[in-house]
């Protein structure tokens, strides 16, 4: 055995630098793309103002269940046609929803681009939203969301959202609905919403090699046949912190393990605080290296992996911490993570741990952003929270930037010990009397 | 349509010690990806030692002679990269991309790693790896309905003594009676520079790679007499259908049909590929158009077909569905039966085999968008079929796939005597 023992030091950096953006006006929408030469596919993204946030309360579920609806036929074509005409082409059509927007995005070979944006483009804005498909997709919608809440965690991360904000605000419940606010929409609920949010022009966003792809036939294509000016979006959302800490219990008899769901209420995308709490964030819970990881995975063996960060929209935010462990460890395993949390805002992060953080938040920017996809998610940031073509050179170097004091600052005053909620899902029977002392707070039964 | 599937430069070379480097230049971003192929996975495993090859993927990270437990994680993120590591039947995958200036000190933690395991292994990381172990198999496998659907499958699939008989994840039993020596042995037998292929792709030269390689893993030692896993290419029929049906918390019926096709990597496994796509992938494949649109028995976002690409033995594919309220399994299992029936009398059309492979064009770019994706494809191909330079071949050999050879395949390989059925029940609720 032959081993180099010094470890080798970096070499000269080499300049980090954002695809070349190109914004433009056209046919009364908005294009953004990202010039990537040589690349041989690209993504078109179709991006409106009609995230969840746009639902009303009530009818959770809605931008879920018409984006199922955009294939079942369009104008010009019947569901199968469609389907046979886009993936001949070499896409699907995926669409992703949000608190801040909803997305229809198609990724092919770049000379299939013109093609495949003007069948999005017929989805989107001519769909035929017949009421018996509607209310085909819709059960089938609710169907799929009953499959998805018989695993561990959706249950959980209802619980804790419900608690955050207010089942009573939009917000204050799932993204996506759930299996009982989507099996009572009703085919005009559908219609109104399409009509209100989906013919007006939005955003398209594209990300390819820009020397093969004609913009502004994108353009013409994606807001043919739109109307309407944006809506205001509101501004941030004072959500209060809870006043004492409390368990939530929703049992799952039978789980081999206890689905973890821990956060309070956290400030919104825009807050001066943003990088240092993402730092914060980071080294509570952010990355393998974690204080979280760490010490739940690594030193106890408790779970297969834990990870707590702060998450935000435009109009508000939470900071959570998400695990599932073994049954036989729920208490300890939340003493324990209640604790890192506590640390973390009373004595702050270590240069030697900020160091890891700031490095690896700004290396990954040049190394995940590199699939068109990636890159076209990195536009949508722009677009949704208005930040200029330079944001993620300028990002980087905030990130380098940011100092101990900077990011302990953030964590004594973003972190919130005593007001989180505690959601366990797990087999309530086995846990409860262990849960009840370990004195975290007050332990409340899921009804 | 492009003739190649890799329009990238490839270079290779291979150390004294018989490791093999492969580089792929690229300088469009600052970054580089490295990649290790171990030709050890599951199938290696004998019996009674089930889950040790993927245990033994987690024990990587915990340290080596230069680098403290713990330490390789921190130092690749805190270079700013990405890093992961898998475990299959077939192999061990090991990868991290970082900033190109980190590239030095990725070769130099895998080089500690691979040369330098045995020494830093204690009591005290296998029992907390073990437990991670046996918690990822609670939460990935234990805790979810139809969470052990590969774990039922495999023993249908493959007989006992078969490389691909166990699945990869092992037995909670195996991985409890795991100790220290065994895998001491493991590594020494198994993580030989002539057991592994070095891929780097991206921001970086050939020669750099290779000079780098040299000073980092030309010390170390190969292994001259690495055992073989157990020769699974031929699999004995059974005459007869292998069938089983589990009662469980689930919240629908679920049937899995699978049958054994060709080793990934053989020319009959390209049209297991297309098969599958023109089966099973989007709405306008056979079984959504029937199962899910047509008849509506199924639910759309749970109707589908895929091959698993194992190299080293007939690879299974696999097609699943799962009822709508009211269908009976019966019903779902006969309507997904019938779909998979018709491949041999039904001709695949025109349209039928446009769409499939425009899919699967997609995806292969797809694949190499990143130099991530890139090295590990670089990397199988080196591993399982000698030359890196052979990627370049699987998108025109799907490409070529004809309706022809689709249903000469399902005609000679999907009898109803060499099918697998493996049907979920909800348990009776009242």
Same mark, same amino acid.
Do not use: C
């Given at each position: 055995?032959?081993?180099?023992a010094t470890?080798p030091?970096?070499?000269a950096?080499?300049?980090?630098?954002?695809?070349?953006?190109?914004?433009r006006?056209v046919a009364?929408?908005?294009?953004v793309a990202?010039? *990537?030469p #040589?690349?041989n596919?690209? /993504?078109?993204l !179709?991006?409106l $103002?009609?995230?969840?946030?746009?639902e009303?309360?009530?009818?959770?579920?809605?931008?879920?269940?018409?984006?199922?609806?955009?294939?079942?036929?369009?104008?010009q074509r019947d569901?199968?046609?469609?389907?046979l005409a886009i993936?001949?082409l070499?896409t699907?059509?995926v669409?992703?929803?949000?608190?801040d927007?909803f997305q229809v995005?198609v990724?092919?070979?770049?000379?299939r681009?013109?093609?495949a944006?003007?069948?999005?483009a017929?989805?989107?804005?001519?769909p035929?939203l017949?009421?018996a498909?509607?209310l085909?997709v819709r059960?089938?919608?609710?169907?799929?969301?009953?499959?998805?809440?018989a695993n561990?965690g959706?249950?959980?991360d209802?619980v804790?959202?419900?608690?955050?904000?207010?089942?009573?605000?939009?917000?204050g419940?799932? *993204?996506? #609905?759930d299996?009982?606010s /989507?099996a009572a !929409?009703?085919p $005009?609920?559908?219609t109104?919403?399409?009509?209100e949010?989906f013919?007006?022009?939005?955003?398209l966003v594209v990300?390819?090699d820009?020397?093969?792809?004609?913009?502004d036939a994108?353009?013409?294509a994606a807001?043919?046949?739109?109307?309407?000016?944006p809506?205001?979006?509101?501004g941030?959302?004072?959500?209060?912190?809870?006043?004492?800490?409390r368990?939530?219990?929703?049992?799952r008899?039978?789980s081999?393990?206890?689905t973890?769901?821990?956060?309070?209420?956290?400030?919104h995308?825009a807050h001066p605080d943003?990088?240092?709490?993402?730092?914060?964030?980071?080294?509570?819970?952010?990355a393998?290296?974690?204080r979280?990881n760490h010490?739940i995975?690594e030193?106890r063996?408790?779970?297969?992996?834990?990870?707590g960060?702060?998450?935000?929209?435009?109009?508000?935010g939470r900071?959570? /911490?998400?695990?599932?462990?073994?049954?036989?460890?729920?208490?300890p395993?939340l003493v324990?993570s209640?604790?890192?949390?506590?640390?973390t805002?009373?004595t702050?992060?270590?240069?030697d741990?900020?160091?890891?953080?700031?490095?690896?938040?700004a290396?990954q920017?040049?190394?995940?952003?590199?699939?068109?996809?990636a890159i076209?998610s990195?536009l949508t940031?722009?677009v949704?929270?208005?930040?200029?073509?330079?944001y993620?050179?300028?990002?980087?170097e905030a990130l380098l930037a940011?100092?101990?004091?900077?990011v302990?600052a953030?964590?004594?005053?973003h972190?919130?010990?005593?007001?989180?909620t505690?959601v366990v899902?797990?087999?309530?029977?086995?846990?409860r009397?262990?849960l009840?002392?370990?004195?975290?707070?007050?332990?409340?039964?899921?009804? | 349509?492009p003739d190649?599937g890799f329009?990238?430069?490839?270079?290779?070379?291979r150390?004294d010690?018989g490791?093999?480097?492969?580089v792929?230049e690229d300088r469009?971003a600052?970054?580089?990806?490295v990649?290790?192929?171990y030709?050890?996975?599951s199938?290696?495993?004998?019996?009674g030692?089930?889950g040790?090859?993927?245990?033994f993927?987690?024990?990587?990270?915990?340290?080596?002679?230069?680098?403290?437990?713990t330490?390789?994680?921190?130092l690749?993120q805190?270079?700013?990269?990405?890093?992961?590591?898998?475990?299959?039947?077939?192999?061990?995958?090991?990868?991290?991309?970082?900033?190109a200036?980190?590239?030095e000190?990725?070769l130099?933690?895998e080089?500690?790693?691979?040369g330098g395991?045995v020494?830093?292994?204690?009591q005290?990381?296998?029992d907390?790896q073990r437990?991670?172990v046996?918690?990822?198999r609670r939460?990935?496998?234990e805790?979810?309905?139809?969470?052990?659907?590969w774990?039922?499958?495999?023993?249908?699939?493959y007989?006992p003594?078969?490389?691909?008989?166990?699945a990869?994840?092992g037995?909670?039993?195996d991985?409890?009676?795991?100790?220290?020596?065994t895998?001491?042995a493991?590594?020494s037998?198994?993580?030989?520079?002539?057991?592994?292929v070095?891929?780097?792709?991206?921001d970086?030269?050939?020669?750099?790679?290779f000079a780098?390689?040299?000073?980092?893993?030309g010390?170390l030692?190969p292994?001259?007499?690495?055992?073989a896993?157990p020769d699974?290419?031929?699999v004995p029929?059974?005459g007869r259908?292998?069938v089983?049906?589990v009662?469980?918390?689930?919240p629908?019926?679920r049937?899995?049909l699978?049958?054994r096709?060709?080793?990934f990597?053989?020319?009959?496994?390209?049209v297991?590929?297309?098969l599958a796509t023109v089966?099973?992938?989007?709405?306008?494949?056979?079984?959504?158009?029937?199962?899910?649109?047509?008849?509506?028995?199924?639910q759309?976002?749970?109707?589908?077909?895929y091959?698993?690409?194992?190299?080293?033995a007939p690879?299974?594919l696999?097609a699943?569905?799962?009822?709508?309220?009211g269908?009976?399994?019966?019903?779902l299992?006969?309507?997904?039966?019938e779909?998979?029936?018709?491949?041999?009398t039904?001709?695949?059309?025109?349209?039928e085999?446009?769409?499939?492979?425009a899919l699967?064009s997609?995806?292969?770019?797809?694949?190499?968008?990143?130099?991530?994706g890139?090295?590990?494809?670089?990397?199988?191909y080196a591993?399982?079929?000698?030359?890196?330079?052979?990627?370049?071949?699987?998108?025109?050999?799907?490409?070529?796939v004809?309706?022809?050879?689709i249903?000469?395949?399902?005609?000679e390989?999907?009898?109803a005597?060499d099918r697998?059925?493996?049907?979920?029940?909800?348990?009776e609720?009242?």
């Amino acid at each position: 055995m032959t081993l180099i023992a010094t470890r080798p030091g970096p070499g000269a950096a080499r300049a980090y630098r954002f695809p070349q953006v190109v914004r433009r006006t056209v046919a009364g929408g908005q294009v953004v793309a990202a010039h *990537l030469p #040589g690349q041989n596919l690209a /993504v078109a993204l !179709l991006l409106l $103002d009609g995230g969840a946030g746009r639902e009303p309360v009530g009818k959770e579920g809605l931008g879920a269940v018409l984006a199922k609806a955009l294939e079942e036929g369009t104008a010009q074509r019947d569901a199968t046609a469609y389907a046979l005409a886009i993936e001949a082409l070499g896409t699907e059509l995926v669409s992703g929803l949000d608190w801040d927007s909803f997305q229809v995005s198609v990724q092919v070979p770049v000379g299939r681009l013109s093609a495949a944006v003007e069948l999005m483009a017929e989805a989107v804005r001519t769909p035929r939203l017949d009421p018996a498909d509607v209310l085909r997709v819709r059960d089938d919608e609710a169907t799929a969301l009953r499959m998805d809440w018989a695993n561990p965690g959706p249950r959980a991360d209802a619980v804790l959202r419900a608690d955050l904000f207010g089942a009573e605000h939009r917000w204050g419940r799932p *993204l996506y #609905g759930d299996p009982e606010s /989507v099996a009572a !929409l009703e085919p $005009d609920d559908i219609t109104v919403f399409h009509s209100e949010w989906f013919i007006r022009p939005g955003t398209l966003v594209v990300a390819g090699d820009l020397d093969r792809i004609d913009l502004d036939a994108l353009g013409a294509a994606a807001f043919a046949g739109t109307g309407g000016g944006p809506v205001d979006r509101g501004g941030p959302i004072e959500v209060p912190l809870a006043d004492r800490r409390r368990i939530i219990l929703v049992d799952r008899p039978g789980s081999v393990q206890s689905t973890l769901r821990l956060g309070h209420p956290s400030p919104h995308r825009a807050h001066p605080d943003h990088v240092p709490m993402t730092l914060a964030g980071t080294v509570l819970g952010g990355a393998f290296t974690s204080r979280l990881n760490h010490l739940i995975r690594e030193v106890r063996g408790y779970t297969y992996g834990i990870r707590g960060d702060f998450a935000s929209s435009r109009r508000f935010g939470r900071f959570a /911490v998400s695990s599932g462990v073994q049954t036989a460890v729920t208490a300890p395993a939340l003493v324990e993570s209640v604790g890192e949390v506590s640390r973390t805002r009373l004595t702050g992060v270590t240069e030697d741990e900020l160091e890891v953080a700031r490095s690896w938040r700004a290396g990954q920017l040049s190394v995940e952003l590199q699939s068109p996809r990636a890159i076209a998610s990195a536009l949508t940031t722009l677009v949704v929270h208005d930040l200029p073509d330079d944001y993620h050179a300028r990002l980087r170097e905030a990130l380098l930037a940011a100092t101990v004091e900077e990011v302990s600052a953030a964590a004594a005053a973003h972190l919130h010990p005593e007001a989180l909620t505690l959601v366990v899902e797990g087999d309530a029977a086995v846990i409860r009397d262990e849960l009840v002392a370990a004195d975290l707070g007050e332990v409340v039964d899921h009804a | 349509m492009p003739d190649s599937g890799f329009p990238w430069p490839i270079e290779t070379t291979r150390l004294d010690n018989g490791l093999r480097v492969v580089v792929s230049e690229d300088r469009t971003a600052p970054a580089v990806a490295v990649n290790l192929w171990y030709d050890v996975g599951s199938r290696h495993e004998p019996a009674g030692q089930t889950g040790f090859a993927h245990l033994f993927e987690h024990l990587m990270f915990e340290g080596s002679v230069n680098v403290a437990k713990t330490e390789h994680m921190k130092l690749i993120q805190g270079a700013g990269g990405s890093l992961n590591a898998t475990t299959n039947p077939d192999r061990t995958n090991y990868f991290e991309t970082v900033p190109a200036e980190h590239l030095e000190l990725a070769l130099w933690l895998e080089a500690d790693r691979m040369g330098g395991l045995v020494p830093a292994l204690t009591q005290e990381t296998l029992d907390n790896q073990r437990d991670v172990v046996k918690n990822e198999r609670r939460q990935r496998y234990e805790n979810v309905p139809y969470g052990d659907a590969w774990l039922r499958l495999l023993p249908l699939l493959y007989p006992p003594g078969h490389p691909y008989h166990h699945a990869t994840i092992g037995s909670m039993a195996d991985l409890n009676a795991a100790d220290l020596a065994t895998f001491q042995a493991f590594h020494s037998t198994y993580y030989a520079p002539n057991n592994a292929v070095l891929t780097v792709v991206g921001d970086t030269t050939a020669a750099e790679v290779f000079a780098l390689a040299d000073k980092y893993f030309g010390g170390l030692a190969p292994r001259p007499d690495i055992p073989a896993a157990p020769d699974g290419r031929t699999v004995p029929a059974t005459g007869r259908p292998a069938v089983e049906t589990v009662t469980a918390d689930v919240p629908a019926p679920r049937v899995y049909l699978a049958h054994r096709t060709h080793p990934f990597g053989d020319p009959g496994y390209d049209v297991t590929t297309v098969l599958a796509t023109v089966l099973g992938s989007g709405r306008g494949s056979r079984l959504y158009q029937r199962l899910a649109d047509g008849e509506r028995i199924a639910q759309p976002d749970l109707v589908g077909a895929y091959g698993v690409d194992l190299a080293h033995a007939p690879a299974p594919l696999i097609a699943t569905a799962t009822a709508r309220p009211g269908v009976t399994a019966e019903r779902l299992r006969d309507g997904l039966a019938e779909v998979v029936d018709e491949l041999a009398t039904v001709p695949v059309t025109a349209a039928e085999l446009d769409r499939a492979k425009a899919l699967l064009s997609t995806m292969w770019w797809r694949q190499m968008s990143t130099v991530d994706g890139r090295a590990d494809t670089l990397g199988r191909y080196a591993t399982q079929f000698g030359d890196p330079a052979t990627a370049a071949d699987r998108l025109p050999g799907w490409l070529a796939v004809t309706a022809d050879q689709i249903a000469e395949q399902a005609a000679e390989l999907f009898g109803a005597d060499d099918r697998v059925i493996l049907t979920y029940l909800p348990e009776e609720t009242s």
